[in-house]
Antibody, heavy 120, light 108 residues
């Protein structure tokens, strides 16, 4: 069974930095592209970033470019999102999601999310 | 960047057919994926590559894509289909995944 478990979400002040983690199990982690997707309270889904199976390719949404960094450690079956210079508008539930074999997308499995609240 | 437009809401009576549209410039040339999200839950892929149903998704769910509109069709709608539905594409010109704004399906 595929499992994706996010962690690291907290309440943090504007301007702060934070690292989210996603621990994967139930599949061969280093065969798949992984993604971060966020959802602000009461709003729709917003794609954040993707990283290829080997970490060689990364893409970002315009809204987080130069602010967030995606990475992965295949030896630990883990995905990360380093977030810096956090703003109120970064408040959201952050999901990690798994791509399908041979492609960046669609996302066939999602975690339950970790909540980041940017508040003074 | 590429924009996907969905109606905010669609209402349908039980047993009827719901059609949720996703508009985008020449979207017919892209692969469209659809997700269902129920309150308090993570999204679930219900249609991939315009019209493929992942394992476990009922045959009542189908999809199509042509010219400037992709459509998710839910036949014989049930109360349990009430959810938010999102379309998704890959924008190759900006190297970004794009979601539509989502459509809330209400079963009357």
């Amino acid at each position: 069974e595929v499992r994706l478990v996010e962690s690291g979400g907290v309440v943090i002040q504007p301007g702060g930095s934070l690292r989210l983690s996603c621990e994967a199990s139930g599949f061969t982690f280093d065969d798949y592209t992984m993604h971060w997707v966020r959802q602000a309270p009461g709003k729709g889904l917003e794609w954040v970033s993707l990283i290829s199976w080997d970490g060689g390719v990364t893409y970002y949404a315009d809204s987080v470019k130069d602010q967030f960094t995606i990475s992965r450690d295949n030896s630990k079956n883990s995905l990360y999102l380093q977030m810096s210079s956090l703003r109120f508008e970064d408040t959201a539930l952050y999901y990690c999601a798994k791509g399908v074999r041979g492609s960046y997308y669609p996302f066939d499995h999602w975690g339950q999310g970790t909540l980041v609240t940017v508040s003074s | 960047s590429y924009v996907l437009t969905q109606p905010p809401s669609v209402s349908v009576a039980p047993g009827k057919t719901a059609r949720i549209i996703c508009g985008g410039k020449n979207i017919g040339s892209k692969s469209v994926h659809w997700y269902q999200q129920k309150p308090g839950q993570a999204p679930v892929l219900v249609i991939s590559y315009d019209s493929d149903r992942p394992t476990g998704i009922p045959e009542r769910f189908s999809g199509s894509n042509s010219e400037n509109t992709a459509t998710l069709t839910i036949s014989r709608v049930e109360a349990g289909d009430e959810a938010d539905y999102y379309c998704q594409v890959w924008d190759g010109s900006s190297y970004q995944v794009v979601f539509g704004g989502g459509t809330k399906l209400t079963v009357l």
